[in-house]
């Protein structure tokens, strides 16, 4: 098949199929998370892998994948304050943090770097060290 001989008739066809194609793997992941949630652990190895797979092929752009994704407008926050709140007085590691969110350090020292004068209660207490007075 010559892509060059292609007519516009053909071409919005193979745009359709393809976008049919994507909202099918959509669907299936889906539906292989939640059979992971009720089958339980072993599925949900499977579903991990078959994650893996639907992601290999979609072209990623090097972007390392860090967990959790706070990708609406707050989320980063919200969870950040929430883990403060429960570590009381003592506060928290910027290392641990990171660790129990499962997302990258660096990430986590710029927002503490732009947010500690911006929200009321968030002291530094230490080298990496933060606490929330409520």
Do not use: C
Request: cysteine-free; aromatic content about 4%.
């Amino acid at each position: 098949m010559d892509i060059t001989k292609l007519t516009a008739k053909e071409f919005t066809r193979i745009i359709k199929l393809l976008r049919k194609k994507e909202t099918l793997e959509k669907k299936l992941g889906a539906l292989e998370r939640s059979v992971a949630k009720v089958v339980g652990a072993g599925a949900s190895v499977v579903a991990r892998k078959a994650n893996r797979i639907a992601r290999s092929r979609v072209a990623r752009g090097g972007k390392r994948s860090t967990g959790q994704k706070f990708n609406r407008r707050g989320g980063l926050r919200k969870v950040i304050l929430a883990q403060l709140n429960r570590a009381g007085k003592t506060g928290l590691k910027i290392k641990d943090l990171a660790k129990q969110m499962n997302i990258q350090r660096q990430r986590l020292d710029t927002w503490f770097y732009q947010n500690v004068k911006k929200i009321r209660g968030l002291r530094k207490i230490g080298p990496g060290h933060y606490h929330l007075r409520g």
